[in-house]
């Protein structure tokens, strides 16, 4: 996220965390799908809070409600009403690749005399630029910036072949991470990239399906775990009630996201078989096996290092103690920034709890540093509130490279791990001592040999960039 462009300074500032891009949600053979919708977007709520929309059909025509703001600002009970039908898909969004504004808010209706279909997406096409540019050049015209409206364009110019093949030569075409759900009059298109880097899940409910970008909203909604969408799968479920599945790419390359076990996703979800929570315990107790230190009591930073410091704790034996409480109700600030109203401004968002904390040896546990500003502070209000030591210990490796793949890591030039040495680090932010776990610990605690962890080795696993200055140009991270 970049200061200036929709965040004024004190926010920049607080917003020290890599931030998830979007999630989606589709429904298909389930009555008042936008009312399950909702339940199952408000899940994924944590995925994107700029924006949000959903477009449903009753297999006659399509209707369409989108707006910014949060679910239940957007999805209020009379506008649902605007979107009847059984089948729907829908997004949360969050938004700096492609930019921000209504005009990229998801899912796009798409009107055409073969057919007309919603689409949306979760995650990042990274050969996009290329793809536009091509495709202007052959007559295409652009409403948005949104890579969504590319990959349609792509389905939609290949008029010799059946609708399938369309969409698996236009998948072909695109390198990158992504999970789309594309809604025609009776079909629900379920893709995934053949990378798999972003998750996405299959539910049963009421006779019907749903998918979702995390099992956590299946679960918001009743329905019942069926499966994971396969790398490079195309998945269609017919209005029938008939299923097809096929493949867009004959060799896959499974590498998911490891920062969706460390932070984006939400603790009850299960990605790929492994629950996110017990995946973070994991974590922490390996970092303790890794970086121990003697201390009196062990703090967590609300909420998603919550599970790690359990972790850390249990492995320890150090008491967990809630040395710091979050206040919910910090919403986006407007007032003009000063130092003092920096100090002010993270006090609002974390309160230390003196008596827990004061003449003792804490050990901090967070699941991530991006910027390390948030990181100094939290260190500066322990002491304050009379703690004798802080010794960091992050549940994750150092992030030492931006990553492209449909999440906001700030700017290479911003993250701190990138520049400086981990001992440089712990003067920067004033820790006793700081420690990292181990890109091994990571593999470990999922159980897992091979994920995207790009972010901390900058090898990719997909066509990127020639260099990060294009990448930057293009508006990527
Ligand atoms: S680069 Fe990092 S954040 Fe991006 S997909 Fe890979 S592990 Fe996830």
Redesign the pocket.
């Known amino acids: 996220m970049k200061w200036g462009d929709d965040m004024n300074e004190l926010d920049y500032f607080l917003s020290d965390k ?1 931030n998830e891009e979007c999630g989606v949600f589709g429904v298909i053979n389930v009555k008042n799908a936008a009312e399950v919708m909702y339940y199952g977007l408000h899940a994924l709520q944590h995925r994107g809070q700029e924006g949000c929309g959903i477009v449903s059909t009753d297999h006659e025509d399509f209707y369409m409600l989108k707006g910014e703001g949060l679910v239940t600002e957007v999805f209020t009970e009379a506008a649902l009403k605007s979107t009847p039908g059984t089948a729907a898909i829908g997004h949360v969004r969050y938004s700096t690749s492609g930019g921000g504004g209504i005009a990229n808010v998801q899912p796009f209706l798409f009107r055409h005399h073969t057919g007309d279909f919603g689409l949306c997406h979760n995650g990042n096409i990274v050969n996009s630029h290329e793809i536009r540019n091509y495709l202007e050049m052959q007559g295409s015209i652009f409403q948005s910036t949104s890579d969504t409206e590319i990959f349609a364009h792509l389905i939609k110019k290949d008029t010799q072949t059946n609708r399938t093949q369309a969409i698996k030569h236009a998948l072909n075409q695109i390198e990158g ?1 992504f999970a789309f759900l594309a809604l025609s009059i009776d079909k629900l298109y379920i893709m995934r990239d053949k990378n798999s ?1 972003r998750p996405l899940s299959l539910g049963r409910l009421n006779g019907g399906y749903v998918v979702a970008s995390e099992t956590c909203a299946l679960e918001a909604v009743g329905a019942t775990f069926v499966r994971d969408i396969e790398p490079a799968e195309i998945l269609i479920l017919h209005q029938d009630g008939s299923i097809t599945s096929d493949r867009y790419a004959a060799k896959t390359y499974p590498n998911m ?3 969706e076990y460390i932070y984006f996703s939400r603790p009850d979800s299960d990605i790929e078989g492994v629950n996110v929570h017990a995946s973070r315990k994991e974590m922490g107790r390996i970092l303790f096996e890794e970086a121990p230190v003697d201390a009196d009591v062990v703090v967590f930073v609300p909420d998603s290092s919550t599970s790690a410091a359990l972790g850390y704790s249990e492995a320890s034996g150090i008491p967990l103690e809630m040395g710091l409480i979050k206040n919910r109700y910090v919403g986006r600030t407007f007032i003009q920034p000063s130092q003092e109203l920096r100090e002010k401004g993270v006090k609002m968002k974390l309160s230390p709890v003196r008596s827990l904390v004061k003449d003792k040896r804490v050990v901090l546990v967070d699941d991530s540093i991006v910027r390390g500003t948030t990181s100094k502070k939290i260190i500066q209000l322990l002491r304050q509130s009379g703690a004798k030591e802080v010794h960091m210990r992050i549940a994750a490796p150092p992030i030492t490279h931006p ?1 492209f ?1 449909g ?1 906001d890591t700030s700017t290479y030039e911003e993250l701190i791990s990138a520049h400086h040495s981990v001992e440089d680090v712990r003067a920067m932010i004033d820790a006793d001592s700081l420690q990292f776990l181990s890109i091994d610990g990571v593999l470990k605690a999922v159980g897992r040999k091979k994920m ?4 901390f080795t900058g090898t990719y696993p997909t066509y990127t960039y020639k260099n990060l200055e294009d990448a930057n140009k293009d508006g990527k991270f």
């Open positions: 890599m991470a880097l996201c490891a920062m990553c793949y999440v995207c962890i790009s972010c």
